[in-house]
């Protein structure tokens, strides 16, 4: 038997950390040339100047959360059952209004939406983190909730399923179990 040993050659022992010292270095000058980051949060009022739907009832902050709170009819939740209870709040935490808000206000850490009956019993309300989305899944999830409002017949609920699916990889989510009977 034929055993060979291969030659690394010569070893280069301490040379990694003087590489790792300069890359740190180069890290540490880059990020203290970058312009400080406004981390102020809106106002209630200015938050809500974003969503502009006659369906919000009202947005306010708690802590770094924008809180979107929407009235869902009676009419929608009884014709369209637990689909579209599920649906309600990927309608808005998907909207412009939201991108936008957090584009503007890199305070905002997420963004809270609870869609309500019109006697303020929640139905659904879903998280969206600020870190979630990037401009191309941003435009994904914009393109579901058109396809969801715009479709009709079977394909329309064929696409308020895959909005809810894919609002449900993306955020936190909590459905009232009264609303998932139907």
């Not at 974003?50 to 009235?71: F, I, K």
């Not at 009419?75 to 584009?103: C, N, Q, V």
């Not at 990889?169 to 009232?176: L, Q």
């Amino acid at each position: 038997m034929n055993t060979r040993m291969i030659n690394p050659g010569p070893t280069r022992r301490g040379t990694a950390w003087p590489l790792l010292g300069a890359v740190l270095a180069l890290g540490l000058a880059t990020s203290a040339c970058r312009e400080p980051v406004d981390l102020t949060l809106p106002s209630d009022e200015t938050a809500a100047d974003y969503y502009a739907s006659a369906s919000v009832r009202g947005v306010e902050l708690s802590g770094n959360v924008a809180v979107v709170t929407v009235v869902q009819r009676a009419a929608d939740l009884r014709r369209g059952g637990s689909l579209w209870a599920k649906m309600g709040p990927y309608i808005h935490i998907f909207s412009p209004a939201t991108e936008e808000l957090l584009r503007d206000h890199p305070g905002v850490a997420g963004v809270r939406v609870r869609t309500v009956t019109s006697a303020d019993t929640e139905v659904a309300s879903v998280l969206l983190e600020r870190v979630t989305l990037n401009d191309i899944t941003w435009k994904t999830a914009r393109a579901h909730v058109a396809h969801a409002l715009t479709d009709e017949g079977a394909e329309q609920v064929r696409s308020i399923e895959r909005l809810v699916q894919y609002g449900e990889r993306r955020t936190t989510h909590e459905y009232n179990p009264a609303f998932m009977r139907r």
